[in-house]
């Protein structure tokens, strides 16, 4: 019984982990975002508050911004996955 208690709370942990790495801040770091964006100033690439408000009445801004990123039309082809790409700009377009 205490050997499967002991399972079940090791696999809680393992999925708590691996849900807290796909955190938008995590992705954006690791797709290398955060080397020409930054949430509130211009760096190579606009600002992530004016991506935000360029976007902000089209209710399709995250499966736009997703087919721009993986098409590679205006901006670097990005290679991740879907889920990926949505929990980022999920982030990216509430940016005030």
Do not use: F, R
């Not at 019984?1 to 809680?12: G, N, P, Q, R, S």
């Amino acid at each position: 019984m205490k050997t499967t208690a002991l399972l079940v709370a090791t696999a809680l942990l393992g999925a708590t982990a691996a849900y807290a790495a796909d955190t938008p801040p995590d992705v954006l770091k690791a797709k290398g975002c955060l080397n020409c964006h930054a949430v509130d100033t211009k760096k190579v690439g606009p600002a992530y508050k004016d991506v935000a408000a360029k976007y902000k009445d089209n209710a399709n801004a995250v499966a736009d911004l997703t087919a721009k990123l993986k098409s590679g039309k205006g901006h670097p082809k990005i290679s991740a996955s879907d889920d990926e790409l949505k929990t980022a700009l999920s982030w990216v377009v509430k940016q005030k």
